[in-house]
């Protein structure tokens, strides 16, 4: 069966310093993947959207930036993170482009 | 935006009590998706329906959409205190954007 993993679960960072998320996926070749941000209380933003090792596309001008080094591997960085950068960042993939996502459990980002 | 919308943002009910959660969109769609969201956890996937498709069951689930109204709801029959949680709607546009998530309704069922 499909899982997918997504690491670390909370963080905390001062202004400026550098981020890396993760997010692995089992089971399953070539999947659609996804980052979203997710402010409290609130819906969720696509930030990031790759179909295939390499190929990424970005959403919204930001501070991050997101890499597909490999085919089940999603990783999302920033080089300076910002207060603004703050939020729920949830990993997803799904076999078809926009149907049926199954979502990592999520990281908490505090920037302080 | 081509957002869907959720109505209420908030509903609490009964534990037994039906819940009726809505979501409105504004500009044609291929498939609409009903989310459930656990505090602090990731979204999990409930049911998909299509522009041709009126109504899906699962389980104590029902979505209908009317296309005409550009809405669609979703039914959780006989709640229990295990649904409290948010309920997202996500629409995927002909416009071939990716797809976008409503604010949610946060679901909170009393025991």
């Known amino acids: 069966s499909q899982t997918i993993h997504q690491w670390p679960a909370t963080l905390v960072q001062p202004v400026g310093s550098p981020l890396s998320l993760e997010c692995t996926v089992e089971?399953?070749?070539?999947?659609?993947l996804y980052w979203y941000r997710q402010a409290a209380g609130r819906g969720l933003q696509l930030l990031f959207y790759?179909?295939?090792?390499?190929?990424i596309s970005s959403e919204v001008p930001q501070n991050l930036s997101a890499s597909r080094p490999q085919d089940r591997q999603f990783i999302l960085s920033s080089k300076k993170l910002l207060l603004s950068d703050s939020g729920f960042y949830l990993c997803?993939?799904?076999?078809?482009?926009?149907?049926?996502?199954?979502f990592g459990s999520g990281t908490q980002l505090s920037v302080l | 935006s081509q957002q869907g919308e959720e109505d209420p943002q908030a509903l609490s009910i009964q534990e037994g009590e039906n819940a009726t959660m809505n979501c409105s969109y504004k500009?044609?769609?291929?498939?609409l998706q009903w989310y459930r969201q656990n505090s602090g956890r990731g979204l999990v996937h409930l049911i998909l329906?299509?522009?041709?498709?009126r109504e899906k069951h699962s389980g104590r689930l029902r979505v209908t959409l009317d296309t005409s109204k550009k809405s669609s709801s979703l039914l959780i029959t006989a709640s229990r205190a295990a649904d409290t949680a948010s309920y997202f709607c996500?629409?995927?546009?002909?416009?071939?954007?990716?797809?976008?998530f409503g604010g949610g309704t946060r679901l909170m069922v009393k025991p």
């Open positions: 996500a629409t995927d546009h002909n416009a071939g954007n990716m797809l976008t």
């Open positions: 997803a993939w799904s076999v078809r482009r926009n149907e049926k996502l199954f």
């Open positions: 790759s179909v295939g090792i390499g190929q």
């Open positions: 089971g399953t070749s070539n999947p659609n």
């Open positions: 329906i299509r522009s041709n498709e």
């Open positions: 500009t044609s769609i291929n498939n």
